[in-house]
């Protein structure tokens, strides 16, 4: 329940501060998770990304203003972050339906997005097979791209590198521990950026074609997911930071999350995703 009492202090924190700019390292200091973490727990709680609600919110206290007072269009969209007149109407109208300057004309109808909370709702029914695993630093190899992730974007180009059997046949020779099967890992993550791995576990460091990275010593909670993919990958992260989460004990620990690719010739739908976690 803590996960969830933090994340509405967070949102708290951003209504606030619509009309200011808001940082986002506090909004994540006060959820108690890295920024990464928030805007994903976030997104699978409210079925909307973060950068959307806020939008949402300001347009909505932006009509208000306008239709109720005597402000300016000018400086109403500056207040909610708008640079420019053109630009603040051009999102006032996609929203409303409606210029900024006719909101006081009669009949004007105007939408009204309200301040989100949230509020754990126990679903029961299905059931989610987990195990804790506790494991030292280990380095992988693998192929790198830094992704831009600018307004909501994630799709690396590399991932058209899993139908290259050769490049995946020189990258699985680097495999030799015991830890077997392809990671998929993000780190380094900003706001507008993130590094995409598709790796494996190695104690090599003579690569000449791949990058190699260290991924800390942590705590895992590993969710297994077996399904059509990517949806039911997809809905497992939903009931992850949806479900299990508020209800567990645990809170998101500062580290790599990561998802394994079992490699399992019976069932090849078969994934593990790596969540790094901590007691609360």
Known sequence: MDSIQNMNRALAYIEANLDDEIDFGQVARIASCSEHQFNRMFSFLSGVGLSEYI??????????????????????????????????????????????????????????????????????????????????????????????????????EIWNELENDDLLKKLEQFSNTDFQGILHVNANITANSRDYYISVATTKDDSQEFTTFEIPAATWSVFKTSGPQPDTMLKTWERIYAEWLPSSGYELAESIEFVRDLNDPTDLSAYEIWVPVKKR
């Open 55 to 156: 939008r949402n919110r300001r347009l909505t206290l932006a009509a208000m203003e306008l239709q109720s007072g005597t402000a300016k269009v000018i400086d109403v969209a500056l207040k909610y972050g708008y640079n420019s007149p053109d630009s603040f109407s051009r999102a006032f109208q996609h929203m409303h339906g409606v210029a900024p300057s006719l909101v006081k004309e009669n009949g004007s109808l105007l939408k009204a997005y309200p301040p989100m909370t949230f509020q754990l709702t126990i679903k029961g029914g299905a059931e989610m097979n987990f195990y804790f695993v506790e494991k030292e630093a280990f380095n992988i190899v693998g192929i790198k791209e830094t992704v831009d992730t600018t307004g909501g974007n994630f799709h690396p």
